[in-house]
């Protein structure tokens, strides 16, 4: 737990770890990951899009979760929920600039308090 207090608590890598999960939701929805048609296409098997783009939105919800633990704004994971609720709907997904202005105020704001938490105290020294 100490290294990923570690790693999120510096602004920096809270920034690129959200934006490798954030490109993928924008490159996905291309190849159908969040269709209705895609359902159809696998004879209602789950496509494998689906779950990348299910796996990424749920990482960025972590990972805000967990960044704003650290800067003390429990709220942020709210952002990316919001953003990936826009993005799996089926009639709000034709709004797209809705979860990029959800992602960019997560990141903001996520980085906005860049603490850079200092590393916990060695107990064993």
């Given at each position: 737990?100490?290294?990923?207090?570690?790693?999120?608590?510096?602004?920096?890598?809270?920034?690129?770890?959200?934006?490798?999960?954030?490109?993928?939701?924008?490159?996905?929805?291309?190849?159908?990951?969040n269709s209705l048609l895609a359902g159809v296409a696998t004879f209602g098997?789950?496509?494998?899009?689906?779950?990348?783009?299910?796996?990424c939105l749920i990482a960025l919800c972590v990972f805000a979760h967990l960044?704003?633990?650290?800067?003390?704004?429990?709220?942020?994971?709210?952002?990316?929920?919001?953003?990936?609720?826009?993005?799996?709907?089926?009639?709000?997904?034709?709004?797209?600039?809705?979860?990029?202005?959800?992602?960019?105020?997560?990141?903001?704001?996520?980085?906005?308090?860049?603490?850079?938490?200092?590393?916990?105290?060695?107990?064993?020294?």
């Open positions: 737990m100490d290294e990923l207090r570690r790693l999120m608590g510096k602004g920096n890598n809270f920034l690129w770890l959200y934006l490798a999960l954030m490109v993928p939701t924008y490159i996905l929805p291309y190849m159908g990951s098997a789950t496509a494998p899009q689906f779950l990348v783009h299910l796996v960044r704003g633990k650290i800067i003390d704004k429990t709220w942020l994971v709210a952002l990316p929920i919001a953003a990936g609720v826009f993005d799996m709907t089926p009639i709000l997904n034709w709004i797209p600039l809705v979860p990029t202005a959800l992602h960019v105020a997560a990141l903001v704001i996520g980085m906005k308090d860049d603490a850079d938490i200092p590393p916990p105290e060695d107990t064993f020294s």
